[in-house]
C-alpha cells in the first residue's frame, strides 16, 4: 500500500467536500476547488475524513493513488488556509511596484517588466519583497516561479529574483595571473 496515499484526509470545519463520480469538489472560507478523479482510483468520505483507495498494485497506480490523495489534501488545505511564497529582488535599481492588479517590475532591462497576474492569485508588495498568495498551491507555486524566471539570481554578486531562504552559490570573479 502507498504510504502516503493510505493516509487518511481531515476534514477542517468550514471545509465541504462533493465527490462525484467524474470530479471532487472542496469549497471552503477562501473558494473552491475542483479536481478530476483518475481511472481505477476510488474517493470515499466517511466520519469527516477522506479515504483514497486503489484497485490494484500495478505501478503506475500505486504512483496515481499517492498523488490523488496529496492533490486532496493540498485542495483542503488551499481552502482552508491558502499558499504564499515570497520573493526578494536584490540588485541595485531593481524595483517592483504594482500597476492595478499588475507587477510592474524594474530589473535593469532597457524596459519595464509588466507582469500580468492570473485570476485567483494576488500579490503583496513590501520594499522589495513580493508575496504571492492563492488557494491553489500548483497556481502559486507556477506564478512565483515566472516571477523569478523574469531574472535569475546570477552567481557572481547575486543580482535577480530570488525565493525567500534560497542559497544562491557565489562564484569568485576574475583572478589575475601573479607574474
Known amino acids: 500500500m502507498s504510504r502516503i496515499g493510505k493516509l487518511p484526509i481531515a476534514i477542517p470545519s468550514g471545509v465541504t467536500i462533493t465527490v462525484d ?3 471532487i469538489t472542496v469549497a471552503g472560507s477562501k473558494g ?19 479515504l483514497v483507495s486503489r484497485a490494484n498494485d500495478e505501478p ?23 499558499f504564499s511564497k515570497k520573493l526578494e529582488i536584490n540588485g541595485v535599481g531593481y524595483r517592483v511596484a504594482t500597476q492595478g492588479a499588475d507587477l510592474k517590475l524594474n530589473l535593469g532591462f532597457s524596459h519595464d517588466v509588466i507582469f500580468k497576474m492570473p485570476l485567483g492569485v494576488t500579490a503583496v508588495i513590501e520594499q522589495n519583497t513580493i508575496t504571492v498568495s492563492g488557494i491553489s498551491k500548483q497556481q502559486v507555486g507556477q506564478v512565483a516561479a515566472e516571477i523569478r524566471a523574469l531574472k535569475k539570481p546570477e552567481p557572481y554578486k547575486g543580482k ?10 557565489r562564484k569568485s570573479g576574475k583572478s589575475g595571473k601573479e607574474k
Open 21 to 23: 463520480v467524474a470530479e
Open 32 to 50: 473552491t476547488l475542483k479536481q478530476f478523479t483518475m481511472p481505477d482510483i476510488t474517493v470515499t468520505q466517511e466520519a469527516g475524513e477522506v
Open 60 to 82: 503506475k497506480l500505486r504512483a496515481k493513488h499517492g498523488l490523488m490523495r496529496a492533490l486532496i489534501n493540498n485542495m483542503v488545505e488551499g481552502v482552508s488556509h491558502g
Open 160 to 169: 535577480g529574483i530570488k525565493y525567500e531562504g534560497e542559497r544562491i552559490i
